[in-house]
């Protein structure tokens, strides 16, 4: 039987892409849950309460893409598909959420979060399969030194950005996983190389190989 590769985060492993690919190079049977625009409490969710212990038990590899620490810990995804910057939110739901970015985020509370997080992942994953950190923003990576595995740089919202050519973090992204096909099948080959000769380091990816307008998102302080 096929060893399993989970691919876990948010929007950026949601979609048919990398993961896909990624675990075809890997010859590993993929099991990925990518949970758009949510905080890791889906995911930390999934791997928790969904994924069956059999299936967890026969993983070789899993990967993480961490995602942006502040979003509202909810496993609904209309909360996570409002837009935090609409001044006219048009449903309760949506006045709900402009409301707590607006009142009741904590940010100092999130990372803490976040910190133990990354404890548990340490515990429950780390310690029995190869692990792999892929950072969405400049936030997770700052506290990387927490997580165990393989740490993996620059951060997708970076390469995402600089495939884009865009000056504008916010603007209409209407990509599958926010990457071309050309760098998803890029991004997937790096990755299974790295994979391949895993260590518990961090490693960096070939920025060259990769189909980018402007390099100037790489090492900058997303959010």
Not at 74 to 84: G, R
Not at 104 to 131: D, V
Not at 173 to 193: E, M, T, W, Y
């Amino acid at each position: 039987m096929k060893k399993n590769l989970i691919v876990v985060g948010d929007s950026f492993c949601a979609r048919i892409g990398w993961p896909q690919e990624l675990a075809r190079l890997l010859d590993l049977n993929l099991i990925v849950a990518g949970f758009p625009g949510q905080h890791w409490w889906s995911y930390r969710h999934f791997l928790d309460q969904t994924l069956e212990d059999k299936d967890l038990n026969n993983t070789e590899v899993i990967v993480f893409a961490h995602t942006f620490t502040e979003r509202i810990p909810h496993l609904d995804p209309e909360i996570a598909l409002c837009n935090k910057f609409d001044t006219n939110p048009k449903t309760e739901v949506g006045k709900a959420v402009q409301l707590y970015y607006k009142y009741l985020e904590n940010a100092p509370y999130a990372e803490w979060a976040e910190s133990k997080w990354f404890e548990e992942i340490n515990e429950k994953y780390s310690s029995r399969f190869k692990t792999v950190h892929l950072h969405v923003t400049h936030k997770s990576w700052e506290i990387r030194n927490l997580l165990g595995g393989m740490q993996v740089y620059p951060n997708l919202t970076a390469l995402s950005l600089g495939e884009a050519g865009v000056d504008d973090i916010s603007f209409n992204d209407k990509r599958d996983n926010h990457f071309s096909q050309q760098n998803n099948l890029i991004l997937a080959k790096q990755l299974s190389s790295l994979i391949t000769d895993y260590t518990e380091t961090e490693r960096t990816l070939d920025v060259d190989q990769f189909g980018l307008k402007t390099k100037k998102w790489i090492g900058k302080d997303l959010f």
